[in-house]
């Protein structure tokens, strides 16, 4: 079969010939027809994170891999212990696969499991003909959600229910709640909480377009090139109760810190990069709680979903390329200004 593989860090992916796998006991084999292209993939792609300054977090990669991990498809092959799925059903694939024996995943917590076996990331991932998944418990019928929706609710519209999820008593009081960053974790966060709570938060971001399209949604849009931005924000919602950063850089941390009031609620989802500066006496004088988001759980995948399949979100917008543009895909994202979510489109 064919895939898309990281070989070396920074260069380009290789469209290569591998081994199709096969299915034993309780894996499925998945045919993708749908892959999503999301920003963490640009970091794999580099091998680091950025902590700030001139440091960084090297990645522990086994190279080749082929990344990916927004996955829709239709089920290929089962092992012989399944009984949950069959050939020829259109499935997601939850990819935060812990070890299944430690604390974490004994707990539900999986996707921050210490050896993770998450597909796309740790292990062979979706920019391929087929992908394996371990066990038919992370395999999810998509019922009658639009595949290229479902696809992307694997990660950002579980990264973001997840997030909204830890600010979930700021939208029940009816408090005033705001997020950066209209990618596709910020256009997904706002019809999430559309749908969940009945309410929308304010959105800051870059971006006229995005900055547009939110206004349309209905919500109250700020452009954080503004150098006054945050007075904007403060003056016409009074401090906030809670800010979801989905940028995650050193810049958007600063503001989110400016716009929380006493007792304020910051989580943190993107990785952009860079580091935290904040006054540690304040913290504690204004109770403010500062808490880091990584994607979700399978339990919150399947609520996600379940929402999408009672026709609760609206779409997001996609763009879809071959698997033969993927670089592009990635030069694309790299620059900025993507609508939505990209998305690899097998033939």
Not at 24 to 48: F, K, Y
């Amino acid at each position: 079969m064919q895939a898309a593989q990281l070989t070396t860090n920074g260069a380009p992916l290789e469209l290569r010939e591998i081994d199709a796998p096969t299915a034993q006991g309780r894996a499925v084999i998945v045919r993708v027809q749908r892959c999503g292209v999301c920003h963490t993939d640009l970091h794999l792609h580099e091998g680091a994170f950025g902590l700030g300054g001139d440091k960084s977090l090297k990645l522990q990669q086994n190279l080749p891999l082929t990344l990916g991990h927004e996955i829709q498809g239709v089920v290929a092959s089962t092992g012989d212990a399944v009984d949950t799925v069959t050939p020829g059903d259109a499935v997601v694939v939850y990819p935060w696969i812990g070890c299944g024996r430690c604390g974490m995943c004994k707990s539900g917590r999986e996707h921050l499991c210490g050896r993770a076996r998450a597909i796309g990331v740790n292990v062979d991932g979706g920019y391929a003909d087929l992908v394996h998944v371990v066990d038919a418990r992370y395999v999810l019928p998509i019922g009658n959600v639009d595949p290229a929706q479902a696809a992307i609710i694997m990660c950002s519209g579980l990264s973001a229910w997840s997030a909204l999820s830890k600010v979930a008593h700021a939208f029940e009081a009816d408090l005033p709640v705001a997020i950066i960053g209209l990618g596709g974790l910020g256009l997904m966060a706002l019809e999430i909480a559309r749908a969940r709570f009945g309410k929308l938060p304010a959105v800051l971001d870059v971006d006229p377009g995005k900055l547009a399209l939110a206004c349309e949604r209905g919500a109250q849009a700020f452009d954080l090139n503004d150098a006054d931005a945050h007075k904007q924000v403060r003056g016409a919602l009074g401090s906030l109760a809670a800010v979801v950063d989905f940028v995650g850089a050193e810049t958007t941390s600063a503001i989110a810190g400016r716009l929380c009031g006493q007792g304020g609620h910051i989580v943190i989802v993107g990785l952009y990069g860079g580091a935290l500066h904040t006054p540690l006496p304040l913290l504690a004088l204004r109770g403010t709680t500062i808490q880091g988001s990584y994607t979700g759980s399978l339990e919150e995948a399947r609520a996600c979903l379940a929402l999408a399949e009672q026709g609760g979100l609206d779409p997001v917008p996609t763009v879809t390329c071959g698997r033969e543009d993927i670089n592009g895909a990635f030069d694309r994202l790299r620059a900025g200004g993507v609508p939505g979510r990209i998305i690899i489109e097998n033939e």
